[in-house]
Every structure is written in structure tokens, then in C-alpha cells.
């Protein structure tokens, strides 16, 4: 049976677009998987605790020989893991904050970056290779080629990178400046806005076309 891992991580609840683009495509994940079934992570409200000295600390440790507090850290980021590995996809939502991603997924990755558990320390071997993982992304700005802040994005350039060592590889589907709908000074951009918006969703709308057409 199919499984979807669904992340929501916007901290804008109902005005969040990615939340908005993250549910459009679970809908049609569902449709594509009539009998499979669906995990639901909201780490925008329930966050993953931030990575600290016993969390840190744990990989480096035989678990046999783990503190409590080492033991706690590494059977959370091992419950993460065994999340992924029973998804045949996940959705992540990854919405810009400060040109950089919400310290909630920067916690989500440095939790299940973890040696022989999602990675093989031998041979760098990604143990979640194989597992789709689509990134429902927004940006309230435009940063592509040729605009003033063309490059400020660090957001999705870092996400690559960061789950490299898993061999989870992120498709992104990418809307950008949502801010011109509530924004007097981007008014002129609200055209290029709905069409990015449009041409987000359009996209979302051709994952698992073929499932739902066989």
C-alpha cells in the first residue's frame, strides 16, 4: 500500500501559500492513490525541537552506551527516519523567512541526517534513496535571474545539500512574490504573482497524472 509523509512547516496558518500548494498536492496524491494512506506532520505548529548537545552528540555514541537524554534524541530521529523510509512520497512545504528556510526544516534535516540509519557512514550510501520527495515552495519576493535580489533565496540552493547524505533528492515547484496581493509597493507585480501562483499549481496538477489516467 502507498504512503505520502505530508510536512507542513509555514507558521502562517490559513494565509499560508504553501500549506495551500501542499494540499492541493496531497489531493492529488489521494487521487492517484485511492487506497493509500496519508501522514500528517504540521512542524510549523508542533515544531521538531532544534538540534542540541545531547541530540548532536548521540550519532557519535554506540546507543548501548547512550545518557537518557542521548537515548530520547536519537530514538526521535530514528521515529523521523523509519517516517521516511515507510513513504513512497513526501510533501514539503518550504516557505522563504529572512531569505532562508524556517529554522523548523533546518531541525526536520538535522534530525534525520543520522549514520547507519539514513546514511551508511562506509560508503555515504543514502538509505532514503528512492523516496520522492516533492518541495512546495514559496517566496514572497522575486529572486530569479536578473532581479535586485537575485540570489537571496537560501533557501532552496541549501535543501539539496543538506539532505544529500540521506539520497533524498527534492523536486521543487516553486511559487514567488506572494507578498504582491497585500503589498501596496509590489502592486504592479500582482499579474506575474497569480501567473507564477497559476503556474505552480498547473504543475502540481501533472503529478501522478498518468496513475490517475491508467
Given amino acids: 500500500m ?5 510536512i507542513d512547516t509555514s507558521i502562517q496558518a490559513e494565509r499560508s ?17 485511492p487506497a493509500g494512506t496519508v501522514t500528517y506532520r504540521d512542524i510549523g505548529s508542533n ?14 555514541v554506540p546507543p548501548q552506551d547512550h545518557t537518557p ?13 523509519d517516517e521516511i523510509k515507510r513513504a513512497d512520497t513526501v510533501l514539503l512545504g518550504l516557505p522563504l523567512y529572512n531569505f532562508g528556510p524556517p ?18 557512514p562506509a560508503t555515504h550510501q543514502g538509505l532514503l534513496a528512492g523516496t520522492e520527495l516533492i518541495v512546495l515552495a514559496a517566496r514572497g519576493g522575486g529572486y530569479g535571474t536578473g532581479t ?8 532552496e540552493p ?19 512574490l506572494t507578498m504582491a496581493a497585500d503589498n501596496p509597493a509590489m502592486a504592479e507585480l500582482r499579474p506575474l504573482a497569480a501567473q507564477s501562483l497559476a503556474d505552480a499549481e498547473a504543475e502540481i496538477d501533472t503529478l501522478w497524472a498518468a496513475r490517475m489516467s491508467a
Avoid at 158 to 176: C, D
Fill in 103 to 120: 529554522s523548523v526544516v533546518k531541525a526536520w534535516v538535522d534530525r534525520i541526517v543520522v549514520p547507519g540509519v539514513s546514511f551508511d
Fill in 47 to 60: 515544531p521538531v525541537p532544534h538540534l542540541d548537545t545531547a541530540g548532536g552528540s548521540a550519532a557519535a
Fill in 17 to 33: 501559500v504553501t500549506r495551500q500548494l501542499t494540499a492541493r498536492a496531497a489531493a492529488r496524491w489521494r487521487a492517484a492513490n
Fill in 69 to 81: 537524554a542521548q537515548a530520547a534524541a536519537y530514538a526521535r530521529s530514528v521515529a523521523m527516519i
Fill in 148 to 155: 535586485p535580489r537575485e540570489g537571496w533565496d537560501h533557501a
Fill in 158 to 176: 541549501w535543501l539539496p545539500h543538506g539532505l544529500s547524505l540521506t539520497g533524498l533528492v527534492p523536486r521543487f515547484i516553486t511559487a514567488e
Fill in 2 to 6: 502507498s504512503n505520502l509523509l505530508h
